[in-house]
């Protein structure tokens, strides 16, 4: 079965400062990943995703993940955060056909000003 | 394009009470819905797959007769949430997949709902 792992809870970085969530994925087949940002009291923004190609993703907002197969890892990164990227972001993992799509635990980023 | 909307997005029930939450692709025609509950501070688990026309696909664990889906047309799934508990409050999230596009079928969220039963 597959499974994420996001292995950091709670990540503060400062305003302007470069960021980067990990992510490791579990999964047989083909992964296909993404990346999600909820805001408190909110649902779920897709921020980038991959499926095949290149594997260096980019996304909204400034966005940017590499998919590294032989690490099973997805991370992501930004170079320069903004006070507003401050949310819940999940990276989750899934098949083709997407009917058993997997989250990790989800990591929350504050942002000092 | 690919917007899905839930409604209400928070609701207040007694104890004992039903709850209705309505979950549309309000841009494109959806065979495939996906009912999340999300913990505060926790991820989402994915409760069941409502599929248009048949009956819905529970997750283990998951109390088929608490929470009742209906998929009634291509844009409208609903979860009812049946004699409420204080246990049941949560934020209950809602996915939709665009059959109508060639490529992966992503699933596209929905805003949630907010439920707190008092």
């Known amino acids: 079965a597959q499974s994420v792992t996001q292995p950091d809870i709670h990540i503060t970085v400062s305003e302007g400062a470069s960021l980067e969530l990990r992510c490791n994925y579990s999964?047989?087949?083909?992964?296909?990943l993404f990346w999600y940002v909820q805001s408190p009291g909110q649902g779920l923004q897709l921020l980038l995703k991959?499926?095949?190609?290149?594997?260096l993703v980019q996304g909204i907002k400034g966005f940017e993940a590499e998919f590294k197969r032989s690490q099973s890892s997805f991370n992501l990164r930004k170079p320069s955060v903004h006070w507003s990227d401050a949310a819940e972001y999940f990276c989750a993992v899934g098949s083709y056909n997407n009917n058993d799509m997997r989250f990790g635990a989800g990591t929350r980023l504050t942002v000092k000003p | 394009g690919a917007v899905v909307s839930q409604h209400p997005s928070r609701v207040i029930c007694k104890s004992g009470t039903s709850v209705k939450i309505e979950c549309r692709s309000l841009d494109f025609q959806a065979t495939t819905m996906f009912w999340y509950r999300q913990f505060p501070k926790k991820s989402l688990m994915l409760m069941a797959t409502?599929?248009?026309?048949?009956?819905?696909?529970?997750e283990q664990g998951v109390e088929k007769d608490k929470f009742l889906i209906n998929h009634a047309s291509l844009t409208l799934s609903t979860l009812t949430v049946t004699s409420a508990h204080p246990e049941d409050s949560s934020f209950y999230i809602c996915?939709?997949?665009?059959?109508?596009?060639?490529?992966?079928?992503?699933?596209?969220f929905g805003p949630g709902t907010r439920l707190t039963v008092l």
């Open positions: 996915s939709a997949r665009d059959v109508g596009r060639k490529s992966y079928n992503e699933q596209f």
């Open positions: 999964y047989g087949a083909t992964p296909y």
């Open positions: 991959y499926f095949s190609g290149d594997t």
């Open positions: 409502s599929n248009e026309g048949s009956k819905a696909t529970y």
